[in-house]
């Protein structure tokens, strides 16, 4: 569906250690790049294995301060819903915000399990489990 989401982040060292910790609890690794030219400081992460889809967080290239948009949110796909607590969780205990508890959501699916917060710069996530997704992934 897509390439690559990126974010802006004021504190990328900060702000990575949160995604780094969060993110894992998904199995998605931090990428390394060795490249000079892929412009201000970040930071990036994938599924191991895969070079697509990407999720990064990075200094903005105009040069503004980066802010959290109102109305976007990001959502990760999880293997489980033991994934997707996990992932809540760690995201709390690292400086993020609840949002909406690990729970059923019926009015998005039958099968839809999900759970809301924002990281410690305001963006809001998602970590959601749903059968359907896990099959269309294999």
């Known amino acids: ?10 504190d990328v060292p900060a702000l990575a250690v949160f995604y780094d910790a969060v993110l894992a609890t998904l199995g998605l690794v931090r990428i390394v790049h060795d490249d000079e030219d892929s412009g ?11 070079y697509w889809p990407q999720f990064y967080i990075q200094t903005p290239i105009n040069g503004l301060p980066a802010t959290w948009g109102n109305g976007v949110q990001v959502s990760f796909a999880a293997p489980s819903i033991e994934q997707v607590e996990a992932a809540w969780l760690t995201a709390l205990r690292l400086g993020g915000t609840d949002e909406g508890a690990p729970g059923k959501r019926p009015q998005y699916g039958d099968d839809y399990y999900g759970a809301y917060c924002r990281d410690p710069e305001g963006n809001k996530l998602c970590f959601v489990f749903a059968r359907s997704m896990a099959t269309q992934q294999k």
């Open 40 to 50: 201000p400081a970040g930071a990036g992460w994938q599924r191991p294995g895969l």
């Open 1 to 10: 569906m897509y390439s690559h989401i990126q974010i802006g982040a004021r």
